[in-house]
């Protein structure tokens, strides 16, 4: 009975030991990372150029990314736009007109056709060039009819196939579509990716070297005080935990202060953009990463600042291994 | 509790710091090392500490040979150990309390068990009033005690001093070496490198005694 009692007593102050041993832990981690956070405010100067530097390396990617995603959407519209212009030969009737209206509007690849009469093509022509008195002293109407037809399919591929099988038809003398600054445009898309991934790797990189920089500074300046923790029992895990939350709150706080900068930029570059696009006939909302944009970047700033502390201190660790 | 055989310790493949060096410490001894500087009590100590490992030889303490640790068991066998420094190397940036808690704090102890003992051994060398004091604030004798109590607060079964005395006053160090006497007397297993010859001879301990990297004497033995 009273053998059976201590047992009990004695699982269950081994299991409170373990709960005790988890919750020391997660205190020592937050005290770890409440410490980090005050040493780097007791340096304000240099951590703010430090967080500054950091900006600076991510802004530059983030906002060309945020500038290559406007250009997309401008990109899509653009191509949502492309269309054939189907002229006919100067010989054809109204009738042969009308005819060939049905038959391209039966195709399964057309999305809709309308139909320009010569009489129409001059009008506007009349319109457009503001040529009216010289044009109407011809005495016989120079434009063949036209139509004008918008395809189901926008990629490059289904217009040019598209436009092959209209010049075929009857009567048909051009189809005209303007494909090649449609394809340079992707082709320039894809090369705006690339450049933004590069830059984003190189910079990255540039985030790491700074942070790594200023943690093997710190590291140089409790140089003192990992020698006396390693030789009471410290495991490299524990010498490094401090300056890894170094690392990790001056990766945060320089992706914090880059989406500051990246805000304000966009806000003053916004208007000359809104208007130049507004020239053109287009519309034009101001770019933003958006929330989950904001956080990724956040994400990712906070895990090089990791990174590059933890190379810093794993260059000096490793100089401390006995001979 | 510490087995050295024939431990000999080269640095740089030339200078041979330590040559064939034997002896034992039973549990619960306390010993002093002597020697000139440069005689190789640094070395042992550097090699207990596993600061070091031997280029010949095979030190065993507490059942662990130390020539086969691996970088990743040394953490754990350093807990074993307590260790005080000549220089007591203190943290200037942190109260007496939280220098003392260090131990305790990397083996992962919960706030109340590290109060509890950092108050315990701060009672022991008989500083608990200043637990709040930044160590600049305090005497060097009171500072080489502080770094007693942080060597002692996870009560440790094997006790190593550097010089423990090698700043103090002889009314300091006869207190410090006191202090030492009852760790001792409650069962630590206690080794000091010391040059202090005069107070060594007070204290009627066994002496090993190192010159030119050779055990040259090993005195006072079961006394």
């Given at each position: 009975?009273?053998k059976?009692?201590?047992?009990?007593?004695?699982?269950?102050?081994?299991?409170?030991?373990?709960?005790?041993?988890?919750?020391?832990?997660?205190?020592?981690?937050?005290?770890?990372?409440?410490?980090?956070?005050?040493?780097l405010?007791?340096r304000?100067?240099?951590?703010?150029?430090?967080?500054?530097?950091?900006?600076?390396a991510?802004?530059?990617p983030?906002a060309l990314w945020?500038?290559l995603g406007?250009?997309?959407?401008?990109?899509?519209?653009?191509?949502d736009?492309?269309q054939?212009?189907v002229?006919?030969t100067?010989?054809?009737?109204?009738?042969d007109?009308?005819?060939?209206?049905?038959?391209v509007?039966a195709?399964?690849?057309v999305?809709?056709?309308?139909?320009?009469?010569?009489?129409?093509g001059?009008?506007?022509?009349?319109?457009t060039?503001?040529l009216g008195d010289?044009?109407?002293?011809?005495?016989?109407?120079?434009?063949?009819?036209a139509?004008?037809?918008k395809?189901v399919?926008?990629?490059?591929?289904a217009?040019?196939?598209?436009?092959?099988?209209l010049k075929?038809?009857?009567?048909?003398?051009?189809?005209q579509?303007?494909?090649?600054?449609?394809?340079?445009?992707?082709?320039?898309?894809?090369l705006?990716?690339?450049?933004?991934?590069?830059?984003?790797?190189?910079?990255?990189?540039?985030?790491?070297?700074?942070?790594g920089n200023?943690?093997r500074?710190s590291?140089?300046?409790?140089?003192?005080?990992?020698?006396?923790i390693?030789?009471?029992?410290?495991t490299?895990?524990f010498?490094?935990?401090?300056?890894?939350?170094?690392g990790?709150?001056?990766?945060?706080?320089?992706?914090?202060?880059s989406l500051?900068?990246?805000?304000?930029?966009?806000?003053w570059?916004?208007?000359?953009?809104?208007?130049?696009?507004e020239?053109?006939?287009?519309?034009?909302a101001?770019?933003?990463?958006?929330f989950e944009?904001?956080?990724?970047l956040?994400i990712v700033?906070?895990?090089?600042?990791?990174?590059?502390a933890?190379i810093?201190?794993?260059?000096?660790?490793s100089?401390m291994?006995p001979? | 509790?510490?087995a050295?055989?024939?431990v000999?310790k080269?640095?740089?493949?030339?200078?041979?710091?330590?040559?064939d060096v034997?002896?034992?410490?039973?549990r619960?001894?306390?010993?002093?090392l002597?020697?000139?500087?440069g005689?190789?009590k640094s070395?042992?100590?550097?090699?207990?500490?596993c600061?070091e490992?031997p280029?010949r030889?095979r030190i065993v303490?507490?059942g662990?040979?130390?020539?086969?640790?691996?970088?990743?068991?040394i953490p754990?066998?350093?807990r074993?150990?307590?260790?005080?420094?000549q220089?007591?190397?203190?943290?200037?940036d942190?109260?007496?309390f939280?220098?003392?808690?260090?131990?305790?704090?990397?083996?992962?102890?919960?706030?109340?068990?590290?109060?509890?003992?950092?108050?315990?051994a701060?009672?022991?060398?008989?500083l608990?009033h200043r637990e709040?004091a930044l160590?600049?604030?305090l005497s060097?004798?009171?500072?080489?005690?502080i770094?007693?109590a942080?060597?002692?607060?996870?009560?440790?079964a094997?006790?190593l001093?550097?010089?423990?005395?090698?700043?103090?006053?002889p009314q300091?160090?006869a207190?410090?070496m006191?202090?030492?006497?009852?760790?001792?007397?409650i069962?630590?297993?206690v080794?000091?490198?010391?040059?202090d010859l005069?107070l060594?001879?007070?204290?009627k301990?066994?002496?090993?005694r190192?010159?030119e990297?050779?055990?040259?004497?090993?005195?006072?033995m079961?006394s």
């Amino acid at each position: 009975m009273k053998k059976g009692r201590r047992t009990r007593q004695g699982a269950r102050n081994q299991q409170s030991s373990f709960e005790r041993q988890r919750l020391a832990w997660q205190a020592h981690h937050r005290q770890t990372a409440r410490d980090a956070l005050h040493r780097l405010k007791q340096r304000p100067i240099g951590t703010a150029m430090t967080l500054m530097a950091i900006a600076v390396a991510l802004v530059l990617p983030a906002a060309l990314w945020l500038l290559l995603g406007s250009a997309q959407v401008l990109d899509r519209n653009l191509s949502d736009t492309a269309q054939l212009t189907v002229y006919m030969t100067p010989s054809a009737s109204d009738v042969d007109a009308s005819s060939l209206l049905e038959r391209v509007r039966a195709r399964d690849d057309v999305g809709s056709v309308t139909l320009v009469t010569p009489e129409q093509g001059l009008e506007q022509f009349q319109k457009t060039l503001g040529l009216g008195d010289a044009l109407s002293g011809l005495d016989k109407n120079p434009l063949p009819a036209a139509l004008i037809v918008k395809p189901v399919t926008q990629t490059p591929e289904a217009v040019s196939a598209l436009s092959l099988a209209l010049k075929q038809m009857p009567k048909v003398d051009e189809a005209q579509v303007d494909m090649q600054w449609l394809e340079r445009l992707k082709q320039l898309s894809t090369l705006g990716q690339r450049v933004v991934l590069s830059f984003g790797a190189l910079f990255a990189l540039g985030v790491i070297l700074i942070v790594g920089n200023t943690i093997r500074l710190s590291v140089e300046n409790r140089r003192e005080e990992i020698e006396v923790i390693t030789l009471i029992g410290a495991t490299h895990a524990f010498v490094r935990r401090p300056f890894l939350y170094s690392g990790a709150w001056l990766g945060l706080g320089g992706g914090i202060a880059s989406l500051i900068l990246l805000a304000a930029g966009m806000a003053w570059l916004s208007a000359p953009l809104t208007a130049l696009a507004e020239s053109y006939g287009g519309q034009w909302a101001v770019p933003s990463l958006g929330f989950e944009g904001s956080l990724f970047l956040l994400i990712v700033s906070t895990l090089l600042g990791w990174l590059g502390a933890f190379i810093a201190v794993g260059r000096h660790l490793s100089h401390m291994t006995p001979k | 509790m510490i087995a050295f055989e024939h431990v000999g310790k080269r640095y740089g493949g030339r200078f041979e710091a330590l040559a064939d060096v034997n002896f034992r410490l039973s549990r619960g001894e306390m010993v002093f090392l002597t020697g000139h500087s440069g005689a190789g009590k640094s070395s042992v100590l550097k090699l207990l500490t596993c600061l070091e490992r031997p280029s010949r030889g095979r030190i065993v303490v507490a059942g662990h040979d130390l020539g086969r640790l691996g970088n990743a068991q040394i953490p754990f066998y350093r807990r074993q150990l307590g260790v005080v420094f000549q220089n007591h190397q203190l943290l200037f940036d942190r109260s007496v309390f939280e220098n003392v808690a260090l131990p305790l704090s990397i083996q992962g102890f919960t706030a109340d068990e590290v109060a509890r003992r950092v108050r315990a051994a701060l009672d022991k060398v008989g500083l608990l009033h200043r637990e709040k004091a930044l160590p600049i604030e305090l005497s060097g004798g009171e500072q080489q005690r502080i770094g007693i109590a942080r060597a002692v607060v996870h009560k440790p079964a094997l006790l190593l001093a550097d010089e423990p005395t090698g700043n103090l006053d002889p009314q300091l160090s006869a207190d410090i070496m006191r202090l030492f006497e009852d760790f001792n007397r409650i069962g630590t297993t206690v080794l000091i490198a010391s040059h202090d010859l005069a107070l060594i001879a007070r204290l009627k301990h066994r002496v090993l005694r190192l010159r030119e990297g050779r055990l040259v004497g090993d005195e006072g033995m079961g006394s």
